[in-house]
């Protein structure tokens, strides 16, 4: 019994993953999407740089985006998320916009460990949704 509560106390006491275990290349889990997360300042931002839809078309551009006057920017590059603060070990209080509707959304940016991201986009609490990202080498 002893061996059980040791071993839940040395789980409990691993570190936590660092903030910047953020910064890279990301899968996401819809259209195979990839991210680029660096830092941004003291903040991060993240730029899409490739999609199932992107490698198809190239040239795709932000059409469903609700502004009418950026619906003309191309998606390859475009930022999805920024303006976080770090928050212990993730990184909250930014937003995360979403091309395939067209909407920004509160977030948060969780790293899970160095090769799992959990992000979350909410509405408004508690309507959210999280994705796992996993890195990309």
Request: charged residues 20%; positive net charge.
């Amino acid at each position: 019994m002893s061996i059980l509560i040791l071993g839940a106390l040395l789980a409990a006491a691993a570190p936590a993953p660092a903030p910047d275990t953020a910064i890279g290349r990301w899968k996401t889990e819809t259209r195979n999407g990839i991210v680029e997360i660096q830092r941004c300042g003291a903040s991060i931002c993240g730029r899409l740089i490739s999609s199932e839809l992107l490698r198809q078309q190239p040239d795709l551009k932000d059409a469903n985006n609700q502004n009418a006057a950026q619906r003309n920017r191309p998606l390859r590059g475009l930022l999805l998320i920024s303006g976080f603060t770090a928050d212990g070990d993730a990184w909250a209080g930014g937003q995360i916009y979403n091309p395939d509707d067209g909407k920004t959304y509160k977030a948060k940016v969780t790293p899970v460990d160095a090769n799992t991201l959990k992000v979350r986009g909410c509405v408004f609490v508690p309507l959210c949704k999280t994705q796992t990202w996993t890195r990309v080498r």
